[in-house]
C-alpha cells in the first residue's frame, strides 16, 4: 500500500512539473470542447498522463508519459529512488496533432470518469500496473489497473496508449 502511495505521490508530482512547463515549455493544455475562457486568457486543456509500475523490481520500474499536442514524454526512473544507479531519464518524440486529436477523441470521459480509481489489485502479484491520469478545469481522475489488462470502458483509448508505449522510437533504457 505504502509502495501505492509513493508512486501516486510521484505520477502527482510528475504532472505537476509537466502541467506548469517542466522541460517542455509546452504549459498546460487547452481544453478541447471547453467553453471560452475569454479574451484575455487562454482556454484550458485536459491533459493526459498514464504510465506503468513494477514494486517488486530493480532498476528501471516507473514509466510516465505525458501528451502535448505535438509531443509526447516518457520519464523512466527506478522505483526505489536509486537515481545514482538509474539516473532518470527523459525523452520526448514528435507527434502529429492528429494523433493527439484522435486520443481524445477516443476517451469516452463519461465512461472514465465512472470507473472506480482502483480496478482489481494492481501489482499484487508482482505483475506490474498501468495508470491514467486525467486532469482539466473539471478535476482530476486517476485510474489504476493490473498490467495489460482489459477494461472494455476505456478500450479504444488503452489501445491508443499502448500503441504509443509501443513507438519503436523510444530509445531503450536497460
Same mark, same amino acid.
Given at each position: @500500500? =505504502?509502495? @501505492? @502511495?509513493?508512486?501516486? %505521490? =510521484? +505520477?502527482?508530482?510528475? *504532472? #505537476?512539473?509537466?502541467?506548469? $512547463?517542466?522541460?517542455?515549455?509546452?504549459?498546460?493544455?487547452?481544453?478541447?470542447?471547453?467553453?471560452?475562457?475569454?479574451?484575455?486568457?487562454?482556454?484550458?486543456?485536459?491533459?493526459?498522463?498514464?504510465?506503468?509500475?513494477?514494486?517488486?523490481?530493480? !532498476?528501471?520500474?516507473?514509466?510516465?508519459?505525458?501528451? *502535448?499536442? /505535438?509531443?509526447?514524454?516518457?520519464?523512466?526512473?527506478?522505483?526505489?529512488?536509486?537515481?545514482? +544507479? *538509474?539516473?532518470?531519464?527523459?525523452?520526448?518524440? &514528435?507527434?502529429?496533432?492528429?494523433?493527439?486529436?484522435?486520443?481524445?477523441?477516443?476517451?469516452?470521459?463519461? %465512461? *472514465? #470518469?465512472?470507473?472506480?480509481?482502483?480496478? !482489481?489489485?494492481?501489482?499484487? %502479484?508482482?505483475?506490474? +500496473?498501468?495508470?491514467? #491520469?486525467?486532469? $482539466?478545469?473539471?478535476? /482530476?481522475? &486517476?485510474? /489504476?489497473?493490473?498490467?495489460? +489488462?482489459?477494461?472494455?470502458?476505456?478500450?479504444?483509448?488503452?489501445?491508443?496508449?499502448?500503441?504509443?508505449?509501443?513507438?519503436?522510437?523510444?530509445?531503450?533504457?536497460?
Amino acid at each position: @500500500m =505504502s509502495a @501505492m @502511495m509513493g508512486f501516486l %505521490a =510521484s +505520477a502527482v508530482l510528475c *504532472f #505537476l512539473f509537466t502541467a506548469c $512547463g517542466g522541460e517542455t515549455g509546452n504549459g498546460p493544455l487547452p481544453s478541447i470542447g471547453a467553453p471560452s475562457a475569454g479574451p484575455t486568457q487562454a482556454p484550458q486543456r485536459e491533459q493526459l498522463t498514464f504510465g506503468s509500475f513494477s514494486g517488486e523490481c530493480s !532498476g528501471y520500474c516507473q514509466v510516465t508519459y505525458t501528451v *502535448f499536442p /505535438t509531443s509526447v514524454d516518457r520519464r523512466v526512473e527506478p522505483w526505489n529512488n536509486d537515481t545514482v +544507479a *538509474f539516473p532518470v531519464r527523459r525523452q520526448s518524440l &514528435s507527434i502529429p496533432s492528429a494523433q493527439y486529436d484522435s486520443l481524445f477523441a477516443r476517451l469516452d470521459r463519461k %465512461a *472514465f #470518469l465512472q470507473l472506480d480509481d482502483r480496478i !482489481g489489485c494492481p501489482d499484487c %502479484a508482482d505483475g506490474g +500496473a498501468e495508470w491514467i #491520469l486525467l486532469s $482539466g478545469p473539471e478535476g /482530476t481522475k &486517476s485510474v /489504476t489497473f493490473d498490467y495489460g +489488462a482489459e477494461i472494455p470502458a476505456v478500450a479504444p483509448l488503452l489501445e491508443a496508449i499502448r500503441a504509443i508505449q509501443d513507438d519503436p522510437r523510444w530509445e531503450s533504457i536497460r
